[in-house]
């Protein structure tokens, strides 16, 4: 029987794994928070934390010695099946998102805004009371920013150069530190989001292996500073979030130009909104769902 209920855990964090990996493909809707709402959160950042500490004991000397007792303390029977899962949800996701961005761009956008703009709810309600005439300028900068850089044309060559690629990876693997932040939602906003999906639907090992090497190297440098900055700069940090996220939000208009300019809307076209709408109440169901299992767990129900 031990076995048996050994074998329903593993398949179900292979589950949960799963669900994380799709998430991660769709903009807007954090990796982070979905592994916060599955319940292993706490887990695969734990695990992330003690592999980034057993890397940095590799270069000093004497304390490798301490690196198995690092290794040790990852919980591997929950650890190795959501990672497994994130693989094959990501496959799955990149395969079925692909064809519908490119035979429904519009529409694609119009849904990717709606996710994203529900999503800023997660970090604004985060700040809490924080939020002052000062926070509020501060967040308005970040949003001023990144407006402004999302209404820079895409570089053409940008997801042609492997060089590109590695850097865009080690920022979009924040998402996976910081519940309410989506990977997938920064890789839009620097332009690789379609060059990856394609990556991983074309099997192309080669970006794909840079674009891990890139993860890698940003977790490595993500997970403590993050971590850091929640600790002791928790609401400056949640306040320039919010700005770059809302800002980004420029990058979503449904109707662009090649050269990323913004396009009047046709005549005829408000049925778009629709999808809107419909993608920002997903988000809104999920972060109601996760708030009322994190009631029922501070409950200790």
Known sequence: MARIGGLVRAFANLVRGVLIGIAE???????????LIVGVYQSVIGAASHVVRSFALLFSGSGRRRIPSELANIRIVIVVPVLVGMVAGIFAGAALLEPVIVAYPIETRAVFAGLILASLWVPITMVGSGWNLPVV???ALGATASFVFTGLPVLV???????????????AVCALVLPGVSGSFLLVTLGMYEPTLAAVND???????VFVLGAIVG????????????????????????????????ALWPWQGEGRELEAMPEGSAAVWVWTVVAALFVVVVIAVERFLQARVNRGD
Do not use: C, K, N
């Open 203 to 209: 099997r192309d090992f080669a970006y794909l292996g």
């Open 137 to 139: 300028g501060i967040a």
């Open 25 to 35: 493909i769709i903009p807007g809707v954090s990796g982070g928070t979905v592994a």
């Open 219 to 250: 977790l490595s440098a993500f997970v403590r500073i993050l971590q850091w900055l929640l600790e002791h700069r928790r609401v400056l940090t949640l306040v320039v979030m919010t700005g770059l996220m809302a800002g980004s939000l420029r």
């Open 157 to 171: 060559d940008a997801s042609d150069s492997l060089w590109w690629v590695a850097p865009a990876a080690a920022v």
